[in-house]
């Protein structure tokens, strides 16, 4: 399984951006996807999870409200939009799968990307 996250940068306050979380060898039933995020000197937490279907999203309360996420399986892809960005929000995001239903704890994520990082400022 490699799961290959995408699409951070550098953007102002109040901007948006859209992360790509691209996955393969996904093929032993369905799996649900999460992001996470890592900011310097913090641990790692999560941000948003989706079910195989997409038919469940959960969010974290730092993001709810300005953020979507979801899903192509048909390109083997999932988003992470955020929308009103604050310096805040600047970390290292993660999407990670695991087999099963959406969880929100890192230890239970079997696979993960990457990273890409994101970086908030002015």
């Known amino acids: 399984v490699q799961l290959q996250a995408s699409g951070g940068g550098l953007v102002q306050p109040g901007g948006s951006l859209r992360l790509s979380c691209a996955a393969s060898?996904?093929?032993?039933?369905?799996?649900?996807v999460g992001w996470f995020r890592q900011a310097p000197g913090k641990e790692r937490e999560y941000v948003a999870g989706i079910s195989w279907n997409g038919g469940i999203k959960r969010y974290a309360d730092s993001v709810k409200g300005r953020s979507a996420v979801s899903r192509d399986n048909a390109k083997n892809t999932v988003y992470l939009e955020i929308n009103s960005l604050q310096p805040e929000d600047t970390a290292v995001y993660y999407c990670?799968?695991?087999?099963?239903?959406?969880?929100?704890?890192?230890?239970?994520?079997?696979?993960w990307g990457q990273g890409t990082r994101v970086t908030v400022s002015s």
């Open positions: 990670a799968a695991r087999r099963g239903n959406i969880r929100t704890q890192v230890a239970y994520m079997d696979h």
């Open positions: 060898g996904l093929t032993s039933g369905p799996y649900a």
